[in-house]
């Protein structure tokens, strides 16, 4: 019996109160069509209802995708588990889905990307959860917030604290889906699956297996249809024993925003030349200064913010492939790409699924990552999940907590305060009105990173900002450099509203990083 089906009929399938997971980061791989097929049902017969979906990172993006909002339907959500989620500007409406969370109107959840693809690998083979260190001291732990987003969710706590071996350990529980919604480029008649026109993989294998070992349905929304035997078996990374319902689409979106490129898929590597460096300005003076951090032949992780340039300076600079770029999404080596392309690469050596990049981000495995801060604490601690004012500019931490939990190195980059202006001139760093909102607080508005576990474990941890630059130093922020033309009290101590201390060998930052030209950087 042939596996090919509508998306009204595939989603006529689902039950009510059914637990669904979808593999999906933004646009790229969000089965669209079957996530609006099933919103629709929903509208016109009111079924399934009182769902939980589980997301290890956002299904759906502000700009064109819907993807979980398709089911931010009154009475459909009862529970939502993400590791993100839709994320946009604040003077935009926020997406269906914060407005539900917001009203209480379901239990929302921001548990740690890893962890979720670790819950549904436990839930795969039938064990009986998570015991892990990552999130410790974070708002993952049951100590803080237990990963609740709303009122609704501290009733029914996510996640505790366990004694095992003598340690306290965070204990998250299996996940076992119903219903795993997935996505690929290619099905062939027995519903096998192979993914050449995508950026990743994500966790599809990871969210069939448990999906279809607890007894579940697994369905696949494809561009397109192959013959029976015609997939070669090595592109195969979801065989069709796995797979129960096939959906074409062919109009899918390869990612947020783009119909397809195949320099995303590396089925072509883009010219080096076609990548566009960043304008000068105090933003490149950040990724340029981040740049000087990193040391030949690392590994090193990347997120989103000032880091997603820190590969262009090295082009720009003649080092690129000097070091190897890592993220969540799974790509390994090649060019991260910017804005509604972010979680992708170009020129790409490799693709991992994404529970296996999670897997060498929570052990340390790299050497350094790059990521951005909203906060920081005297402390250290950093947040950049909430956003208490305007929620939906964030999209909660993804893979942050993961990525920092034992990374070696972080180097985190962000403007030293909110709204101020500024510009270079002379080779020196101008601020035409400065900010309103301090960045530099006494406590953080939530912990995505715990500067004082950062403390206890060792890490090496530097802040850089336009005006200086910041290290961990027994457990205390301290200046150790400045830029040219910023006074160190009046310009920075004074505009941080957390303690701040200051370096006895302080020094100017490189003056060449002010400069608009190349600034000779080897590595």
Known sequence: MTKIRTA???????????????????????????????GQRYAAEGAPA???????????????????????????????????????????????????????????????????????????????????????????????????????????????????????????PALKPDVAIIRASTADEKGNLTFEQEGATLGAMEMALAAHNNGGLVIAQVRRVAAQGTLKPHDVKVPGILVDV????????????????????GEIFRPLSSFECPAFGPSKVMARRVAQELQKGWAVNIGFGISANVPRILLEEGQHGAVTWVIEQGAVGGVPLLDFKFGCASNAEAFVASPHQFSYFQAGGFDCSLLSFLEIGEDGSVNVSRLAATPHRTAGAGGFVDITSRAKRIIFSGNFNAGAKMHIEDGRLVIDKEGKIAKIVPQVAQVSFSGRKATEKGQNITYVTERCVIRLLDGKLTVTEIAPGIDIERDILSQASGTLHVAPDLREMDAALFRDSPMGLSL
């Open 8 to 38: 009204a009929e595939a989603v006529g399938l689902i039950q009510n109160g059914a637990t669904i997971a979808v593999n999906s980061s933004s646009g790229l791989l969000c089965p669209d069509a079957v996530l609006e097929a099933l």
């Open 246 to 265: 096939v959906v074409e689409a062919p109009d899918q979106l390869q990612t947020t925003a783009t119909l397809y490129d195949p320099a995303i898929s």
């Open 50 to 172: 009182s769902l939980t979906t589980i997301h290890p990172i956002c299904a759906g993006d502000m700009f064109g995708t819907k993807g979980v909002d398709h089911l931010a339907q009154p009475g459909m959500i009862s529970r939502i588990i993400g590791g993100s989620y839709p994320s946009g500007p604040s003077n935009a409406e926020p997406p269906l889905i914060w407005q539900r969370i917001l009203s209480e109107d379901l239990a929302a959840y921001n548990v740690p990307s890893g962890i979720i693809f670790d819950m549904l690998r436990e839930g795969a083979a039938l064990r009986p959860g998570v015991l892990t260190k990552v999130g410790m001291d974070t708002f993952a732990d049951p100590r803080r917030e237990g990963c609740a987003m709303n009122g609704t969710a501290r009733q029914q706590p996510i996640a505790r604290v366990m004694q095992f071996g003598g340690e306290d350990w965070l204990y998250f």
